[in-house]
């Protein structure tokens, strides 16, 4: 290439950058013309503001940071994020719970672990933190005094993220005004060191807070956000954090250990059955198979026929507390197919009353101490779930079936002689027995025949009938039990009569074919118990991971 070749490939080339900086520097508008000259100088000057606005900014963000590095930290070490806990030390340090702090421990330096729920600056030389541990809340106070408490240790205390873990040194302080938001109003806690243990640095699915609402506060402003079920079940870790919902399952352990505290008293023995068997337990088709060794296996769908094979083996009382699995497509706020059955059989002398009416002495037993013996939690729920406590006497009421039918049909309502209540029928039957009896919690004896499993003994007086019952609670069943056939010919009749393939309870028949004494019992669900109990309105609230038709997670 000639001199005067590259010379014009140059000039070619400086043309072609300056038209492209007159093009970049053309501004269109909306409609995509060019700005007036106008248009642009206003332009112009908004950049120019807008750069100093960003510079001052930087340089006010600078002097801060400059200011603050050249305080003195007098908090410095008594705050930051702690080191992982690979359980390097025992410090020996006693640890105080949140529900533990009363007006008694005011004065007094607490060691105290929990979560952070919430905090609230009060400009940059205060902040208040919402601390949770459990079913318990309570209120914690920083302040600059610029000898133990500084801005540093402040502004750290407002950064920490919602559901962190903290453990913090505290003075307890009765506060001029109780603390309305926290189940612990009488005292706060006037922090003195203050570290992470555990920091959440992801979004959370939803907030303690917006899941801890109750009817009320909706009803008062319908504008709050409102967690949804589904979405509760689809994020149970955080949704369980909620104050109401830990003490809805420490009650749910309530009644289990109730439960066996009163039948402990009564000398019965608690036994464990297996869960994989050879047939359906109940004669039914709603088990669920499962693939045992090239077998076709079952999930139990309850201990009976073990919990009778036992009673025949001379061990005269026992009960369970196990999972038990039922395969019904019931897509209901009162089914699951999974859930924890409280199970007992008993054998007994010369009735089988005997039997019922202890379970309703049970039942009352386990009901008025959880009013008296879990009142905090109780509290807890209801201020989210708002509910009346049961209405129950000392002793339990009694109705025979075709009593309960008559009352029905005294109120207008159409039911057969020798049916089943459906769902509507036993609220409805509820309501009416709380109008004309005060009670909630009642037992229905004397069910039709057709309605029971085939190991029901029939009504020796009207064999349409048979030796059962059932037990409700604000008017929906919690319980169902039933003198069983003890007799080895019986059995068998009632069996075929049923249709089910006696070749599947050989070794059930068996047991009585050996001697066996006169026997009843029943089944609990153990979350339709404080479903009902507490008010809610879904079973799923009630079961700490549920299973049904549609869910297998988490």
């Known amino acids: 290439m000639s001199a005067q070749e590259s010379n014009t490939a140059t000039e070619q080339k400086q043309e072609v950058a300056e038209l492209a900086t007159q093009v970049e520097e053309i501004v269109l508008d909306a409609e995509g013309k060019p700005l007036s000259k106008k248009a642009l100088k206003k332009l112009e000057k908004e950049r120019e503001k807008e750069q100093k606005r960003i510079e001052r900014e930087a340089r006010e963000a600078a002097e801060r940071a400059a200011r603050e590095a050249s305080e003195v930290d007098c908090a410095k070490g008594s705050y930051g994020k702690a080191p992982i806990n690979m359980s390097q030390v025992q410090s020996g340090t006693k640890w105080t719970e949140l529900k533990d702090l009363s007006a008694e421990l005011a004065g007094q330096t607490v060691h105290v672990q929990a979560r952070v729920q919430g905090s609230r600056p009060t400009g940059n030389k205060m902040c208040f933190l919402v601390l949770r541990e459990g079913s318990a809340t309570a209120q914690g106070l920083l302040v600059v005094d610029n000898e133990t408490i500084s ?78 079920l589904h979405t509760r079940l689809n994020n149970r870790v955080v949704d369980l954090r909620t104050t ?12 289990s250990q109730l439960f066996r505290e009163y039948l402990t008293s009564e000398k019965f023995t608690e036994i464990h059955t297996p869960k994989i068997i050879s047939a359906a337990s109940e004669g039914g088709a709603n088990v669920f198979r499962v693939d045992y060794f090239k077998r076709n296996a079952y999930l139990a769908q309850s201990p009976q026929l073990f919990k009778q094979m036992c009673i025949a083996a001379d061990f005269g009382k026992v009960y369970e507390i196990a999972p038990v699995f039922r395969a019904e497509n019931s897509q209901t706020h009162r089914h699951l197919t999974e859930y924890v059955g409280l199970d007992l059989e008993c054998a007994f002398r010369e009735h089988y009353h005997e039997v019922m009416n202890m379970i309703g002495d049970m039942f009352i037993y386990i ?46 309502e159409e039911m057969e002689d020798f049916g089943d209540f459906t769902t509507r029928l036993e609220k409805t039957l509820g309501r009416l027995v709380r109008e004309e009896y005060g009670t909630d919690f009642y037992m229905v004896d004397k069910f039709p025949l057709g309605v029971r499993p085939f190991y029901t003994m029939p009504d020796p007086e009207n064999p349409m009938y048979s030796n059962s019952y059932d037990f409700f609670l604000r008017g929906e069943e919690i319980m ?61 609230y009630s079961s700490l991971f549920p299973r049904d038709p549609t869910r297998l997670e988490p």
Request: hydrophobic share 45%; aromatic share 8%; proline share 5%.
């Open 151 to 228: 801005k540093q240790m402040v502004k750290f205390a407002n950064s920490i993220s919602s559901e962190s873990l903290v453990s913090l040194v505290a003075k307890v302080v009765v506060p001029s005004e109780p603390v309305k938001s926290c189940t612990v109003g009488d005292v706060e806690l006037h922090i003195s060191k203050l570290f992470i243990i555990s920091q959440v640095a992801v979004a959370l699915p939803f907030s303690i807070d917006s899941a801890s609402w109750s009817t009320l506060d909706y009803e008062r402003d319908p504008t709050l956000n409102r967690v949804l």
């Open 244 to 255: 109401a919902n830990n003490a809805i399952f420490k009650l749910q352990a309530a009644v």
């Open 367 to 412: 009901f008025k101490n959880l009013e008296k013996r879990w009142a905090f939690e109780l509290a807890t729920v209801r201020k989210q779930y708002p509910s009346e406590p049961i209405l129950v006497g000392d002793k339990p009421l009694r109705l025979e079936f075709k009593d309960a039918v008559a009352l029905l049909r005294k109120h207008g």
């Open 480 to 540: 169902s039990g039933a003198q069983r056939i003890h007799d080895a010919g019986m059995l068998r009749e009632r069996i075929a009569a049923c249709g089910v393939p006696v070749d599947d309870l050989i070794e059930y028949i068996k047991a009585f074919e050996y001697g066996c004494p006169p026997h009843a019992g029943g089944g609990v669900g153990l979350e339709r118990v404080v479903m009902f109990y507490l008010g809610l309105d879904d079973i799923r």
